[in-house]
């Protein structure tokens, strides 16, 4: 990649202060909630049973609200309304039949569509935001402010603590050893980035995460920096949602006091951590993100319905005292208004969710839920991840995104799309075939 179109290119988010909280709402529960209430309530309703909808439907759902301003806020109102009137229907049923309308497996129902409508967002938007069709107040932020993208990097942490925030407490014992060898893929890829991108010259924002550090190194040490926390407190005995919130209030109390956003914002850069700073302190945040994540999981699982919405309202007013006397939210020092806010429209999205009446009742298909779009991309997260980012990456090292016109630059994003669903839907079926035989 030449210098000239790599200044172009990385040019694109300076002084980018993201969208409004309305519409960053809209935008979150569009992505994470609306989708699954429109297919229970509209879809399902005219093509019962036809489970290879799903990857057509949710990928283009999320390019929709994505591209078309303002589509988020009416798309999320239509959802509350139909949502309404499809429980009320559904409480009938379940009155007409005996049942109580809830499974064990609702942690899973409400968990799998949030995780899988997360990724495809993510596998959407790490290409689209290449080119100038793109909405830039989705992009990220460049100080302060909030978009679509910002969120959705602290939402995938706060969803990785739903998973795996469980399995650290559970196994608070297991050598911190065996949780850095769990941690080895993860690092090895944010290793092998850093050298193709170097390689490339391929284009990259310093002040996202800094010169070498990429999100694959956050997501790895989240998990063992808890797991010494929990160590820590062992002895300490704080409360858990306590001991989530530390972090993020240390980091806070050093970036205004201290003067840690001064320094974060200072373009000297002369040692290695100074070159990554962005990526060393915001794990502060982070971790707490994935420590707020794995502490929202236990209401999610046992359907507490009083605690998840007490979190939910609990992390909006933190948010706003936060963001109104404290500092601005700024993902770029993944401080405490930033954290505060991912597990407000997090936290939100989830409740929603989990108040859906049990959908897969009042669903004809017969596929299993791993089986579905959704579920395969959940499932295989990770996979689904990587090969979007070399998929990116081919594609930008192909062409010059910036210069493809609109009309090429959507057909080329729904196809990619519509094809990108299908590797982990292959893999599902390759691995069911080679059980049975």
């Known amino acids: 990649m030449d210098d000239a179109y790599k200044a172009m290119a990385e040019a694109r988010l300076k002084d980018n202060t993201g969208s409004d909280l309305v519409e960053m709402t809209g935008v979150t529960l569009s992505l994470f909630y609306a989708p699954v209430v429109l297919k229970w309530c509209v879809v399902d309703r005219f093509l019962p049973g036809n489970a290879s909808v799903d990857a057509v439907f949710y990928p283009l759902m999320v390019m929709g609200v994505i591209q078309l301003p303002w589509a988020g806020v009416w798309v999320?109102?239509?959802?509350?309304?139909?949502?309404?009137?499809?429980?009320?229907?559904?409480?009938?049923?379940?009155?007409?039949?005996?049942?109580?309308?809830?499974?064990?497996?609702?942690?899973?129902?409400?968990?799998?569509?949030?995780?899988?409508?997360?990724?495809?967002?993510?596998?959407?938007?790490?290409?689209?935001?290449?080119?100038?069709?793109?909405?830039?107040?989705?992009?990220?932020?460049?100080?302060?402010?909030?978009?679509?993208?910002?969120?959705?990097?602290?939402?995938?942490?706060?969803?990785?603590?739903?998973?795996?925030?469980?399995?650290?407490?559970?196994?608070?014992?297991?050598?911190?050893?065996?949780?850095?060898?769990?941690?080895?893929?993860?690092?090895?890829?944010?290793?092998?980035?850093?050298?193709?991108?170097?390689?490339?010259?391929?284009?990259?924002?310093?002040?996202?995460?800094?010169?070498?550090?990429?999100?694959?190194?956050?997501?790895?040490?989240?998990?063992?920096?808890?797991?010494?926390?929990?160590?820590?407190?062992?002895?300490?005995?704080?409360?858990?949602?306590?001991?989530?919130?530390?972090?993020?209030?240390?980091?806070?109390?050093?970036?205004?006091?201290?003067?840690?956003?001064?320094?974060?914002?200072?373009?000297?850069?002369?040692?290695?951590?100074?070159?990554?700073?962005?990526?060393?302190?915001?794990?502060?945040?982070?971790?707490?993100?994935?420590?707020l994540g794995s502490y929202f999981s236990g209401p999610l699982r046992d359907r507490r319905a009083p605690e998840l919405w007490i979190f939910a309202g609990a992390a909006w007013a933190t948010f706003l005292a936060l963001e109104a006397t404290v500092q601005p939210c700024s993902r770029r020092a993944c401080n405490a208004a930033y954290v505060a806010l991912t597990c407000s429209q997090g936290g939100a999205a989830l409740t929603l969710l989990q108040h859906l009446p049990d959908f897969e009742r009042f669903s004809a298909s017969t596929t299993p839920p791993d089986r579905r779009y959704l579920g395969a991309v959940s499932r295989h997260g990770f996979f689904v991840f990587l090969v979007s980012n070399l998929l990116t990456g081919a594609v930008n090292l192909a062409c010059r995104t910036l210069d493809v016109a609109p009309f090429s630059a959507t057909a080329l994003l729904v196809v990619y799309l519509l094809l990108g669903p299908q590797l982990p839907l292959a893999l599902l079926e390759w691995k069911g075939k080679s059980k049975s035989t």
């Open 76 to 291: 999320a109102t239509a959802a509350l309304v139909l949502h309404a009137a499809g429980a009320w229907r559904a409480e009938a049923a379940s009155g007409k039949d005996g049942g109580d309308g809830k499974t064990k497996k609702d942690f899973i129902y409400s968990l799998v569509p949030f995780r899988g409508l997360l990724m495809a967002m993510t596998v959407y938007s790490i290409l689209a935001v290449d080119f100038r069709i793109y909405p830039k107040q989705h992009m990220k932020t460049e100080v302060f402010g909030f978009s679509g993208m910002d969120l959705g990097v602290g939402v995938f942490v706060f969803s990785h603590g739903l998973v795996m925030g469980p399995k650290v407490v559970a196994d608070a014992r297991r050598a911190c050893v065996k949780w850095v060898q769990t941690s080895l893929p993860l690092c090895v890829c944010g290793v092998l980035r850093v050298v193709a991108v170097k390689a490339l010259n391929y284009q990259e924002h310093v002040t996202e995460y800094g010169v070498h550090w990429n999100f694959f190194f956050t997501l790895a040490l989240v998990p063992i920096f808890f797991r010494a926390l929990l160590a820590v407190n062992a002895v300490a005995q704080l409360p858990p949602v306590v001991l989530a919130v530390l972090p993020t209030a240390v980091h806070q109390v050093w970036l205004t006091v201290y003067g840690g956003f001064d320094y974060l914002l200072d373009d000297a850069r002369a040692s290695l951590v100074d070159q990554n700073k962005e990526g060393v302190f915001g794990l502060c945040g982070y971790t707490s993100l994935f420590m």
